[in-house]
C-alpha cells in the first residue's frame, strides 16, 4: 500500500500542469504628436463640419454622408485627446478626471450625431453639435490659452474645404 501511496505522489509530480495561457492586452501606439497638432487636425475640423452641416436648412444625401464622416472622425479624435500627447504639459493633463470626463462627453456626443447623421434627423443632430459646442466651449475655459504657445490660433496652415457639385466629394 506503501508502495501505492508513494508511486502515486512521484507520478503527480511528474505530470506538469499547464497554465492558462495568459489575456494579455495588445500594446497600444502612442500619441505621437502633441494634444494641440491633434486638437487643430483630428478635432477642429471634424467639429466645424458638425457645426457646418448643422446649418444646413435641408441637408442633401451628400451632407449626411460628410456630416456621418466628420461625427466618426471625430469620436475616434476623442479617443486620440484622452492619450498623452508630445507637448510639454499634455501628460499632465490626461490625467485630470475632467479632461477624461470631457475627453468621453465628445466621444459620445459624436456617436450620437453620427446615429442622427445616418438617420437624417435634422433635430437630434442639431441637438448633439449644440451640447458639442458647450462641452468644446467647458474644456477651453479651463485648458486652452487665450494666446497659444506657438502662437497660432486656428489651423491657418490646412487649406480651406470646398464641395465639388458635380461629385460630391471635398477637395481643396
Not at 37 to 53: C, F, K, Q, Y
Not at 62 to 82: E, H, P, R
Not at 89 to 102: E, L, S
Request: aromatic share 6%; charged share 20%.
Amino acid at each position: 500500500m506503501r508502495t501505492l501511496v508513494l508511486s502515486v505522489i512521484l507520478l503527480a509530480g511528474c505530470v506538469q500542469k499547464t497554465a492558462a495561457p495568459a489575456l494579455t492586452r495588445p500594446s497600444t501606439l502612442p500619441l505621437s504628436t502633441s494634444t494641440l497638432d491633434t486638437m487643430r487636425a483630428s478635432v477642429e475640423i471634424p467639429a466645424d463640419g458638425l457645426w457646418a452641416a448643422e446649418a444646413i436648412e435641408k441637408p442633401s444625401a451628400a451632407d449626411w454622408l460628410l456630416a456621418d464622416q466628420d461625427a466618426a472622425d471625430l469620436a475616434a479624435a476623442a479617443t486620440l485627446i484622452s492619450l498623452p500627447g508630445t507637448g510639454l504639459q499634455d501628460a499632465a493633463r490626461v490625467t485630470n478626471a475632467d479632461w477624461q470626463a470631457w475627453a468621453r462627453d465628445i466621444q459620445k456626443t459624436a456617436l450620437e450625431a453620427r446615429a442622427a447623421a445616418r438617420a437624417k434627423d435634422l433635430t437630434k443632430f442639431t441637438a448633439a453639435a449644440d451640447h458639442l459646442t458647450e462641452t468644446c466651449e467647458s474644456c477651453h475655459t479651463k485648458y486652452r490659452p487665450q494666446n497659444p504657445s506657438d502662437g497660432v490660433a486656428r489651423y491657418p496652415f490646412y487649406p480651406p474645404r470646398t464641395r465639388d457639385a458635380s461629385s460630391g466629394f471635398v477637395a481643396p
